[in-house]
């Protein structure tokens, strides 16, 4: 449970349930808006979120807030 409220403390924030359920419509949005992110950025693996929102992180200089915040806002 602690992971989810992790994850989920802004209502904003998709939990992870809604995350892998959206994957492949939010990764086809964030590689049109963002041209740098490959498939291999946006790779979604049960159980390793956090490593997803590091390369994206990564990937376009944001926080992981802002990262997540992105993803929400698709």
């Known amino acids: 449970m602690q992971f989810y409220n992790t994850i989920n403390t802004n209502k904003n924030i998709m939990n992870t ?4 359920g959206n994957w492949n419509e939010l990764k ?10 490959t498939d291999d950025d ?9 490593e ?13 807030e802002e990262v997540q915040k992105i993803i929400s806002d698709l």
């Open 17 to 20: 349930t809604e995350l892998k």
């Open 28 to 37: 086809g949005k964030l590689k049109q808006q963002y041209a740098d992110l």
């Open 42 to 50: 946006l790779l979604y693996e049960e159980g390793k979120e956090d």
């Open 52 to 64: 997803l929102y590091g390369k994206v992180q990564q990937k376009l200089g944001k926080t992981k």
